[in-house]
Every structure is written in C-alpha cells, then in structure tokens.
C-alpha cells in the first residue's frame, strides 16, 4: 500500500475550517483514500473515504486532486473537540492488507 | 453498547508475568484487527482474523505474543513473559467485509503498563 505524508501538526480557530493536508504520490489506481481522527484515549475513528471524486458527509469534506497524489480533508466549521490526530491512509479496500497509519497531523483547535 | 468492547480499560503487571486481553467486536463484523500504540505514534498492525482464521501477522508480533478468536466470535491477545517495551496502548477494531468498502471500527483500547 501506498504511504502518506502529512504535516505534524495544525492550529486552527474555533469556528473556522480546518484544512488538513495529505501527499499519497505513489498511490495505485485502485486505492482508497480513507481519514480517520483519535482523540485523545480512544480508539481512533472513521471520518470519511474516497476513490477519485470528492466527497462529503456529516463529519468533514474530503477533496482528492484529479491526479489523485494528495488530499485535503476539511473540516468546515472547527470545534474544540475536533483537536485531534488526523490519519490519512491509503489502502487498498478489502484486501485485507492493513491500515497504515502512520502518525498523522495533530490538530489544535483555538478558542 | 454495540460498538467494540475491550477490556480491560488498564492492566500493569510486572515483567516477566503474562497477561491477556480481550475484544468483543460489533456483532456480526468477521474482521477483527488488533494493533498496537506507543506514545506520540499512530497504530501499529499486530494481527487480524478474518472470522476464525488467523491471516496475517506482523513482524512486530514476536513468539511471546499469541491472538485467538474461537468461533469468529470475540478475540484474545495473550502476551507470555512481558517485558519494559511491551508497555503501550492495545486497540482492537472490527469490520464487515461484503458490506461495502471496508471501515475499522475501534476499541477504546487496553493501556498496559510493564514495571
């Protein structure tokens, strides 16, 4: 599976949007971009995934780039309990290969 | 509560004891994943089973280190004779495989301390 890169760590001001950004330059053409969040002392959580079109849900938007080699989740209306580690992970869906999670982007959100 | 269950919540033990751990996972999910968590790093793959069957293991998970799931049901991760390094957080997740694309679902974990 492909690995990802993201930033180490985010500030964002309650309120405002959170963007979180992901380079998967070495993404195959049948992987998945998939996010998830921990907070702290839990389990992390699904937010949202996607293939090639842009997607959106209850939690978050996720933006992929037409060439597909990064992504951007964005969270539109940042609370303080959206400070969280973000995990980008690209994978290859249902393989049974694991989630790589690398160690993510750590958001702070401002009051 | 039909999320995934792990307990225990806290575990310390001394080194050189042995310890076991279980996850209840969502019903009916045949995936069960467990992975491991050190301070400041994300997850780490340990093991999954795909209902009973056992199907890939990491490198990370050493001959001290033994996983069951009887049934496909709930699963064990037994450590033998636990040494300092052993010392992290233990998340179970759960899946559903034919139910679309794959999501994890987690635990809240099992902290195990090692003195």
């Known amino acids: 599976d492909a690995k990802t890169t993201q930033p180490p760590s985010m500030d964002c001001a309650e309120g405002r949007a959170a963007n979180l950004p992901c380079n998967h330059s070495?993404?195959?053409?049948?992987?998945?971009v998939y996010w998830y969040r921990q907070i702290h002392s839990q389990g992390p959580q699904y937010i949202i995934h996607?293939?090639?079109n842009n997607e959106t849900n209850e939690m978050a938007s996720l933006i992929i780039t037409e060439d597909r080699k990064s992504s951007t989740l964005i969270l539109p209306h940042a609370t303080l309990r959206d400070t969280a580690v973000y995990y980008c992970?690209?994978?290859?869906?249902?393989?049974?290969?694991?989630?790589?999670f690398g160690t993510g982007t750590s958001l702070t959100v401002i009051p | 509560d039909t999320g995934v269950s792990q307990n225990p919540r806290h575990k310390i033990t001394k080194r050189g004891q042995n310890v076991t751990f279980r996850c209840d996972p969502i019903?009916?999910?045949?995936?069960l994943y467990w992975y491991r968590q050190t301070l400041g790093q994300g997850p780490e793959f340990l093991t999954y089973?795909?209902?009973?069957?056992?199907?890939?293991k990491s490198r990370l998970l050493s001959d001290r280190f033994s996983a069951e799931r009887p049934k496909g049901s709930f699963s064990t991760l037994e450590i033998q004779r636990t040494e300092q390094g052993d010392s992290a957080m233990y998340l179970c997740a759960s899946s559903l495989i034919g139910g679309g694309v794959e999501k994890l679902f987690f635990g809240s974990g099992t902290q195990l301390s090692v003195l």
């Open positions: 070495t993404i195959s053409g049948n992987e998945y």
């Open positions: 089973f795909q209902n009973e069957a056992q199907l890939e």
């Open positions: 996607g293939l090639k």
């Open positions: 992970i690209v994978r290859l869906t249902n393989t049974g290969n694991q989630f790589y």
């Open positions: 019903s009916e999910h045949n995936r």
